[in-house]
């Protein structure tokens, strides 16, 4: 009886979907749609990228407007995946979902779309396992485009899994039908590979990668990074070089050589940086986590003869007053592992530091294991502590 009635359901979707009215409404849907995402594309090949935020608010307020326009078209669901890619780039990532799900549910002739949606969903919501397995089931039916496109692109840089981010960064590498505004990320590719090559300790393919990343990208600062990632590989499998710091907070002066036998994480940060700020709670509970087992954690900033922080800037200080509001920095954000200060920056040029935050991991033998530049996320600070304590 429950197997009839569904059915009849189903029957009478489908036949609702085909009436003259409903088709030429998700006719009109669907075109006004593809003309704001042609519209933005088109402006964004052509904008400067201090003007990108402005496009995209703009773009938002059009795709709120066609929402408002379509509100009373019937929720078939052809027009309800329209809608949930609608809501997903205005960032309604809820209600996105909530739509799409109910699509899957009806298991219509669309169901391969929506599915295609809910991959996107959980991109933003960082689910990129699940992602991962919903993509795999519909992969091979969909069309070569930019939604497939975009997920190879998403898989290369963020699958955890080091062999589906390499088997997808070939994808899209020798994909020779990339839309245009893909094709800039090719240089993103390769430093993704090259990371991949780094964990599994392939040091001269990760400098290849990194050169072919290096010879692609345009833009000044973006190659300066990937310049730095290249440098970073001269101290992998080194002996960490020694730091002297000016002035200790926390902690009395550490010698790196002295700590042979613990797993040693160095943070570089700074007040004014965010990101540095971001990284502290996973760096704090690392620290009171595994310091029993043998973890330090050492926070390494400089002078830079001005302050900011969360709070606000202070500009110029003198050298004293820049030391005391570092160390009612620690104290307010309850900093309990070791920090220390460089006065004139040397441990930073000694570890060629080009960007904050960036996080040397020193292994039992005293040598560099990795650096990770950038936050990264608290689960990947907490495994890779976790596997240098286990070796």
């Known amino acids: 009886m429950v197997k009839k009635i569904a059915t009849i359901l189903l029957t009478a979707v489908f036949i609702l979907a085909c009436q003259p009215g409903n088709k030429k409404k998700i006719k009109e849907f669907s075109h006004d749609y593809t003309a704001i995402q042609e ?23 059009e795709l709120e407007k066609l929402l408002k326009k379509h509100e009373n078209s019937p929720a078939v669901d052809e027009i309800e995946i329209l809608r949930g890619k609608v809501l997903l780039q205005i960032s309604k990532v809820d209600e996105a979902e909530k739509k799409i799900d109910t699509v899957i549910k009806n298991n219509s002739t669309f169901i391969d779309d929506a599915k295609m949606v809910k991959v996107q969903i959980l991109f933003l919501k960082r689910d990129i396992n699940e992602a991962y397995q919903i993509f795999k089931e519909i992969e091979a039916k969909m069309e070569r485009g930019e939604d497939l496109f975009s997920a190879y692109l998403y898989f290369s840089l963020f699958a955890e899994d080091l062999q589906v981010r390499e088997d997808y960064s070939n994808k899209f590498l020798n994909s020779s039908d990339l839309p245009e ?31 072919k990343a290096i010879e692609m990208e345009k833009d000044p600062r973006t190659k300066l990074s990937f310049q730095a990632e290249r440098a970073s ?29 613990k797993v040693v994480v160095i943070d570089f940060w700074a007040t004014w940086c965010k990101p540095c700020r971001m990284i502290m709670p996973a760096l704090t509970e690392a620290y009171t986590n595994y310091k029993d087992q043998g973890l330090v954690v050492i926070g ?35 900093l309990d592992y070791p920090t220390a200060i460089c006065h004139e920056g040397i441990e930073f040029e000694k570890y060629k530091i080009s960007a904050i935050p960036t996080m040397v991991f020193i292994n039992k033998e005293g040598a560099v294991a990795h650096i990770e530049m950038g936050a990264g996320s608290p689960q990947e600070i907490k495994h890779r502590i976790k596997k240098l304590l286990e070796e």
């Open 39 to 61: 519209k933005y594309r088109e402006k964004l090949k052509t904008a400067p990228r201090s003007d990108y935020m402005m496009i995209m608010n703009e773009k938002v307020e």
């Open 300 to 334: 390494l900033t400089k002078l830079y003869s001005s302050y900011s922080d969360e709070l606000g800037s202070r500009g110029e200080v003198s050298k004293t007053g820049e030391i005391a509001l570092i160390k009612e920095f620690v104290t307010r954000n309850k």
């Open 233 to 261: 590989l001269d101290f992998i499998g080194k002996p960490a070089p020694a730091i002297s710091p000016d002035t200790w907070i926390n902690s009395s002066p550490l010698d790196l050589e002295k700590l042979k036998g």
């Open 181 to 211: 505004d893909l094709e800039t990320y090719k240089s993103r590719i390769y430093s993704s590979l090259a990371a991949v090559a780094k964990e599994r300790m392939q040091l001269d393919k990760a400098k290849e990668y990194l050169n």
